[in-house]
């Protein structure tokens, strides 16, 4: 089987970027990859069947490259598009989708510029401390995590989100505090025991507060099994290697393995959010009805670990009602059809008349509920 590799550059703002996709003949996939200025940023991977042909493949790599490419022509524009027009909820959306590719300085500005019409979106500050964090800038995430729990100081997302801050910058007393607030809010909370786990083992490697050095490695290993146990994801053989360093007293190489087992899974965690960018294909003319059925079905995983946050429900209705609107729009085609092969058939008529005055009516209710602002 050949090999086919395709390649495009866009310059954008003194950046290069680059799209590279090609068939790996050994393991029958399709690679589409992202590239700004050298580094990776994002990729996608397509199975394709074994008994493939040649014409086919070429075919499945030219599809791939043209998905990827549109996708990263369409963002960089929106990107100007939305500053320019300065709508918030926008900017928030498309900033969540540029935070996962990994396109962090465009992301940062989005959210910086949505807190600047809203000084009160919660969402934005919550984004911006985790892009902040990204960047490596760990006093402008502690201070944006910080203002988004004085908004919504009973959302457990953002203590931890305020608590991985604190851990970054050092302050592990500040961190554990944030860390079993969290807790409190959901008992359920992996992330929350996994990183608490974390700031007792930080303290004791800096020997920042004496105080939390009681029971150290029985007290780790307890909070780190539930958070196995409330999400496998973290279990793997770095988990184990970790695991085994604590048990034997090695602070220094466990608290590494760990962060190690925490990098893997939440980059497992940012490839599933590239769904976000279906989120913000809602405010536009790109959303198609595979998209939404693939942010339903994330939605609803989400809602299964997260049972109690409005937001995700509201979302989920949202894209309920955006669903809807595809399959209302599959009645009218079938009821023309019907109307195309008997023009007397009067129950199609009338029920054709109905939904397409209805479906005006629904359009502009969706329309309005997605522009409005949180």
Known sequence: MESFCLNSRIVENEKEFLIQTANDVKEGVIRATLFVDGELLDASVLPHSEDITEDEILNLVKTAHGDKKSELE???????????????????????????????????????????????????????????????????????????????????????????????????????????????????????????????????????????????????????????????????????????????????????????????????????????????????????EHNIADRIALLERRLNKNPDYADLYFELGNCYLHQAKFGWQKGMEYLKKALSINNKLRKAQRALELSEEHYLKLTDAISDISEKEV
């Open 74 to 288: 369409y963002l960089l524009k929106s990107y100007k598009e939305i500053i320019e027009k300065g709508r918030s909820e926008e900017m928030y959306h498309l900033g969540t989708a540029l935070f996962c590719k990994r396109m962090y300085p465009e992301a940062r500005e989005l959210f910086r510029c949505a807190i600047k019409l809203k000084h009160d979106y919660h969402e934005a500050h919550f984004y911006l401390s985790q892009t902040e964090l990204a960047m490596n800038n760990i006093e402008e995430a502690v201070k944006a995590a910080g203002k988004s729990v004085e908004l919504k100081p009973e959302y457990a997302d953002y203590r931890n989100n305020l608590g991985e801050a604190y851990l970054e910058s050092e302050s592990c007393k500040r961190a554990v505090i944030e860390f079993e607030e969290a807790i409190k809010k959901n008992v359920y909370y992996a992330d929350a025991y996994f990183n608490l786990a974390l700031a007792y083992i930080v303290n004791a490697v800096k020997k920042e507060d004496f105080g939390m050095y009681s029971d150290l490695t029985a007290r780790c290993m307890d909070l780190l099994e539930k958070a196995v146990l409330i999400n496998p994801d973290y279990h793997s053989t770095t988990y184990n290697e970790a695991f085994s360093a604590l048990s034997s007293g090695d602070l220094t190489r466990a608290y590494k393995l760990f962060r190690s087992v925490r990098v893997e899974k939440n980059e497992r965690q940012r490839q599933e959010k590239a769904a976000y960018f279906h989120r913000f294909l809602i405010y536009t003319d790109w959303l198609s």
